[in-house]
């Protein structure tokens, strides 16, 4: 593995020292494949993928902020209740996940990947437990390719961290950010920001009527 100082891993990731050193204080199984070396530490330059703003979510102010100014915003966009966006937002959800490819893949291919992930789960676990799964793809602003953000609801609670970890094994290759979904750490809304078109995103499940989510993604 390959290792840069500080300065040159500045310039690799493009981010300012304080930002690297907050990031690794917010990772810490990543800072302990950092080294000393001569009295200074050395960062793999590997870890520069993990740099993309998207990953960083806690640098990403809509997506973290938990005041109430957000609150009433999210409230305030959330005004139509017919709108697709309305209907997920009322619905539980376990899980706010992120996967950032290793590869560089385009929407077709991310999409591929989340419909793939999500009949895995359903063919291990769908006699156990109702799932529902949101997956929207997007471009990274620092690199090429795409990433998904995806909401993933387990109703069986005594399934929900075997699930989870059977999505980070899915996708063990890649880097992938999970979270305990919060209604108002803007998780739908900032997925649905954009609006919904063609391939860029998916709803799966296998309760789907009782959900009243019976919308058709007609892209495929």
Known sequence: MKYENIKE?????????????????????????????????????DHARYFDSEIMFDENKLLRQENQSMKNLIDCCLIDKDSLQFR??????????????KLERDKKS??????????????????????RLF??????????????????????????????????????????DV??????????FYMTKEGTMTEDWDILGNNLKNDGLQYDNKSN
């Not at 997920?88 to 490819?101: C, E, K």
């Not at 991310?110 to 799932?131: I, P, R, S, V």
């Open 9 to 45: 891993f500045i310039i690799t990731t493009k981010r300012s020292k304080s930002k690297i050193y907050r990031f690794y204080q917010k990772n810490e199984d990543l800072f302990t494949e950092t080294k000393m070396k001569n009295g200074k530490r050395i960062f793999p330059i």
């Open 88 to 101: 997920l937002w009322q619905l539980d959800w376990s899980f706010f996940i992120t996967v950032a490819y």
């Open 110 to 131: 991310c999409f591929k990947q989340m419909h793939g992930l999500y009949e895995h789960l359903e063919n291990k676990y769908g006699d156990a437990t109702a799932l």
């Open 135 to 176: 997956f929207t793809s997007e471009p990274f602003t620092n690199r090429k390719g795409y990433h998904n953000h995806l909401v993933l609801d387990v109703a069986n609670k005594k399934l929900r961290q075997e699930i989870l970890a059977e999505v980070q094994n899915y996708f063990s290759y890649d880097r992938v």
């Open 179 to 188: 979270g305990i979904y919060d209604l108002y750490k803007a998780g739908i």
